[in-house]
T-cell receptor, first 114, second 111 residues
Framework: GAVVSQHPSRVICKSGTSVKIECRSLDFQATTMFWYRQFPKKSLMLMATSNEGSKATYEQGVEKDKFLINHASLTLSTLTVTSAHPEDSSFYIC??????????FGEGSWLTVV | QQPVQSPQAVILREGEDAVINCSSSKALYSVHWYRQKHGEAPVFLMILLKGGEQKGHEKISASFNEKKQQSSLYLTASQLSYSGTYFCGTERPGNTGKLIFGQGTTLQVKP
């Protein structure tokens, strides 16, 4: 079964509203989680590193005030897309590192902003 | 820096072989390979950790040349189910868990 759960799997929101996506590690604790974004027919691009108990580290070009990341516990990281616009419509996916260097991905979340 | 994958796209007939390459300009700790089908999350294929390491999974295998900072994915006797987009994800020393993905290679297997 899944070891990383992501929710919701699909969400449609209105332009200007905010959307929260959750990423949970089910069988292990993750002090670090990673958030990626994938536009259609493009690669997965790392957005940020989510650190439990401290601020997230954002990749160059990713607006930290627009993509709020909270990692309040060892099993949960959330990504909030604030004031969403149609260009934010994308596939968002999280990952965490488990034992043995294995990286587990969530199922991904499809965001459509209308 | 994003690793470079080649080729960008491959079309095969069932039963044919293919090689997908992944090359980085930076030193690597590991290389991960994923396959993604349209509309789905990427599926993990394998991870290569050591230079010169080779791994196999049924008819899919891979090698990692740490010195050359390259990895190759070998698909033998391809099946229709192999169709999809293949991504390599590279981990750098000191940044484990953080994957930087190549641009992807689209593989289409035809009957």
């Amino acid at each position: 079964g899944a070891v990383v759960s992501q929710h919701p799997s699909r969400v449609i929101c209105k332009s200007g509203t905010s959307v929260k996506i959750e990423c949970r590690s089910l069988d292990f604790q993750a002090t670090t989680m990673f958030w990626y974004r994938q536009f259609p027919k493009k690669s997965l691009m790392l957005m940020a590193t989510s650190n439990e108990g401290s601020k997230a580290t954002y990749e160059q070009g990713v607006e930290k005030d627009k993509f709020l990341i909270n990692h309040a516990s060892l099993t949960l990281s959330t990504l909030t897309v604030t004031s969403a616009h149609p260009e934010d419509s994308s596939f968002y996916i999280c990952s965490c590192e488990g034992s043995g260097n294995t990286i587990y991905f969530g199922e991904g979340s499809w965001l459509t902003v209308v | 820096q994003q690793p470079v994958q080649s080729p960008q796209a491959v079309i095969l007939r069932e039963g044919e072989d293919a090689v997908i390459n992944c090359s980085s300009s930076k030193a690597l700790y590991s290389v991960h390979w994923y396959r993604q089908k349209h509309g789905e999350a990427p599926v993990f294929l394998m991870i290569l950790l050591k230079g010169g390491e080779q791994k196999g999974h049924e008819k899919i295998s891979a090698s990692f040349n740490e010195k050359k900072q390259q990895s190759s994915l070998y698909l033998t006797a391809s099946q229709l189910s192999y169709s999809g987009t293949y991504f390599c994800g590279t981990e750098r020393p000191g940044n484990t868990g953080k994957l930087i993905f190549g641009q992807g290679t689209t593989l289409q297997v035809k009957p």
